[in-house]
């Protein structure tokens, strides 16, 4: 029986039919007109939407809240719950740089960071000492959307560089802050990409700009107290398959251009010795070669797949001569060691590695070649690697969580291996750890591979089939979903849900190849697997088929549109947030943001019709059909430049058309948020807990 009754009437929305032709092949698009056609001003200024469609999408919204109407009380019980796991008035632990130790903290009430300094070695526990340099409540006042791009401080600690976005469309404005005085000085930069890197004498920075398409495709440099359209264009990158990125060194001697798509990068960087020169190109893009790069004084560390090396390498080339012909392996390629992240230190090298799917930190000594690793003994984990802010150290941070074990984070110290825990993340309501079970089990897939999931429950949970389970998934540009602590998910879990991500393919969670595996040609197996690890917690009675929710974001959204046309019968519900459903027509359409550089994780069905029918054979809104359909609950955000609001917009439209008796299908548009969703700490929760409370009822639990 379904859990929703007496719903309203959906709202109306006109078909319009379109037809495409590519390879022989006609479809029929009837809602391609919710695409609004002037949508790159309307990112910028949500105001300029079609009335028509702002209608439509506001009466989904009333539906949406008639639809759940009956979860009010839950869900403010939920986002109770959930805030009185997070410590409002909580801090970060400062890291030192120079004279200063900067950090972040959150007065309670507060949806933003605050950002601040102390002296280097003063206690950071005294409010008193702390030099606020920027307050993210007091700049986000008065605007429905907010997000900080945090603050970057000149070497000498005199000026900040800030950016932020009001919009969701992720066009960031950038300004600068003097930072004895917290006045931002005239200069402006609009449309960056977020952030920007310092000069070495603070007199200017350099950024990238978006381009009309969202795109990164300019990197400029500004001197403060000149206008904007004076910048100096130092590079142009005219692939628009491309992404674009400037970084700079932590010995403050280069600044560094970061060139890539999905399987290869290029590097080109800039001295900073002579910051009109042209910059020097490292290693030319070659097709799935990928690199990135630290400075080790006289030597630059790459970490590189080159000559064959699929789960990477970490070579040394001469600061003077980096180019490839000499490069020197100092990390030897080892296969299923797949080397993730590296930095480098006075006297020390650091690598951040996972092996049989969990992570470890390895550290050498340059001078002896002694190596000794950091890890950890449960089942499954979380390690994040923070690095320093000083080249010149013996001191690197870290953090460790499990599903069950709050966030702890830790001082290390290379030369004495002596490990300071410096703070273990609070949980105002409290948390016993030895309450829950946080297991990994494995699911064989169709072609016999065992994909990894992790488990999260109560002890007191039965295992007989009987309890509902929340299955996360995502699978895809090889990102990997950590086992880490989620003060959240303990709201399903205390009702007796069992919380469970299952590691598909698309990720690297069992080495680069778990990530081949699962894009272009071989993307169905990341559906597969998901579908398999449903079937092996229902084989090992952890829940049942129709008490499992499936929930996914972004490509995790594509997975689950593809999960519910291949196996609606299995789910009780889905949650799709943010959802790229739309697959083969956002892979046709060049003008989008993120669709040439997305040609090498789905393929490019313009050019080939080999991979036009890879896509077409699992885009969720080409195979949308007369299904038993489990309720379906999509989120989208209007000024998302990432996944557009108009993809899960026409998925239940159609949806619906086709497939009227199942369902109920239900399309919740945030009108004044994009990718990421609300910007508030607390309204995010708010989110969190109107998307369980959809869980909850669809499993029947309320």
């Known amino acids: 029986m379904s859990p929703f009754k007496s719903l309203p009437a959906v709202p109306s929305v006109a078909k319009r039919p379109v037809t495409d032709t590519r390879h022989g092949i006609t479809r029929v698009d009837e809602y391609a007109w919710l695409r609004a056609d002037n949508w790159q001003a309307m990112f910028k200024d949500p105001s300029l939407l079609d009335k028509e469609i702002r209608a439509y999408l506001e009466a989904e919204n009333a539906y949406v809240e008639a639809a759940m109407g009956d979860t009010a009380e839950l869900r403010k019980t939920l986002f109770t719950e959930m805030k009185g796991r997070i410590k409002e008035d909580d801090s970060s632990v400062p890291v030192k740089d120079g004279p200063f130790a900067y950090g972040?903290?959150?007065?309670?009430?507060?949806?933003?960071?605050?950002?601040?300094?102390?002296?280097?070695?003063?206690d950071h526990k005294d409010e008193t000492i702390r030099d606020l340099l920027l307050d993210g409540d007091k700049e986000a006042a008065g605007k429905e959307y907010f997000r900080l791009a945090g603050i970057n401080g000149t070497s000498d600690h005199t000026l900040g560089l800030w950016g932020y976005d009001d919009k969701g469309s992720e066009y960031y404005t950038l300004r600068v802050r003097d930072l004895s005085t917290k006045e931002d000085l005239a200069d402006v930069i609009e449309n960056s990409g977020g952030g920007g890197v310092w000069a070495p004498d603070g007199k200017s920075f350099f950024y990238t700009l978006q381009d009309e398409n969202h795109r990164p495709s300019k990197v400029f440099h500004h001197i403060l107290g000149t206008p904007q359209s004076q910048d100096r264009l130092v590079y142009e990158e005219k692939d628009a398959g491309f992404f674009m990125g400037v970084g700079g060194s932590l010995l403050d001697d280069f600044i560094?251009?970061?060139?890539?798509?999905?399987?290869?990068?290029?590097?080109?960087?800039?001295?900073t010795k002579d910051l009109t020169a042209e910059p020097k190109l490292v290693a030319a893009r070659e097709p799935s070669i990928e690199y990135t790069m630290t400075e080790g004084g006289d030597v630059f560390y790459i970490l590189t797949n080159d000559a064959g090396a699929k789960d990477f390498?970490?070579?040394?080339?001469?600061?003077?001569?980096?180019?490839?012909?000499?490069?020197?392996?100092?990390?030897?390629h080892v296969p299923g060691r797949l080397i993730l992240d590296h930095s480098a230190y006075a006297r020390h090298l650091v690598w951040l590695e996972r092996r049989d799917g969990l992570p470890r930190i390895v550290i050498r000594d340059r001078k002896t070649g002694e190596e000794h690793a950091i890890a950890f003994a449960e089942e499954a984990y979380s390690l994040g690697l923070q690095g320093a802010a000083e080249y010149d150290t013996d001191v690197i941070r870290f953090s460790y969580s499990s599903m069950t074990t709050p966030s702890q984070l830790y001082d290390y110290n290379m030369a004495t291996r002596e490990r300071v825990l410096l703070k273990t993340q609070e949980v105002p309501s409290g948390h016993n750890p030895d309450d829950y079970?946080?297991?990994?089990?494995?699911a064989k897939a169709h072609d016999g591979e065992s994909v990894p999931v992790t488990l999260l429950y109560r002890k007191d949970t039965p295992l007989d089939g009987s309890a509902p389970c929340l299955l996360y998934g995502y699978g895809a540009y090889g990102i990997t979903i950590p086992a880490s602590f989620n003060t959240s998910c303990l709201s399903l879990v205390d009702r007796g849900f069992v919380y469970a991500i299952a590691h598909i393919r698309g990720g690297k969670d069992k080495g680069y190849h778990w990530y081949e595996d699962g894009k272009m040609a071989k993307k169905m197996n990341t559906f597969l697997d998901f579908i398999a690890a449903a079937d092996h917690l229902v084989a090992e009675k952890f829940t049942s088929y129709g008490k499992i929710v499936a929930e996914g974001r972004s490509a995790g959204g594509m997975l689950m549109g593809g999960i519910a046309n291949m196996a609606p019968e299995k789910f009780g519900g889905v949650i799709a947030g943010v959802p790229f459903v739309d697959a083969l027509n956002t892979m046709l359409d060049d003008t989008l943001p993120l669709t040439p550089p997305e040609w090498l994780e789905w393929?490019?069905?313009?050019?080939?019709?080999?991979?036009?029918?890879?896509?077409?054979?699992?885009?969720p809104y080409d195979n949308v059909g007369t299904k038993p359909y489990p309720p379906i609950l999509a989120l989208s955000g209007l000024t998302d430049p990432r996944v557009t609001y108009w993809e899960p917009t026409k998925w239940i439209a159609r949806l619906r058309d086709r497939a009227p008796d199942a369902g109920p299908y239900l399309l919740k548009t945030n009108m004044g948020a994009g990718h990421g969703g609300k910007s508030g700490r607390f309204q995010r929760l708010e989110e969190?807990?109107?998307?369980?409370?959809?869980a909850i009822k669809v499993a029947g639990k309320m």
Do not use: C, M
């Open 104 to 122: 972040t903290a959150f007065v309670t009430g507060g949806e933003q960071p605050r950002y601040f300094r102390i002296p280097r070695d003063g």
């Open 256 to 271: 560094y251009i970061d060139i890539h798509d999905h399987e290869s990068s290029e590097y080109r960087i800039l001295s």
């Open 313 to 332: 390498k970490i070579v040394e080339a001469p600061v003077e001569a980096p180019q490839k012909a000499n490069w020197k392996d100092v990390v030897p």
């Open 437 to 442: 079970v946080t297991r990994r089990v494995f």
């Open 603 to 619: 393929g490019n069905p313009i050019e080939s019709a080999e991979e036009y029918a890879w896509i077409a054979a699992y885009s």
């Open 688 to 694: 969190q807990a109107f998307d369980y409370a959809f």
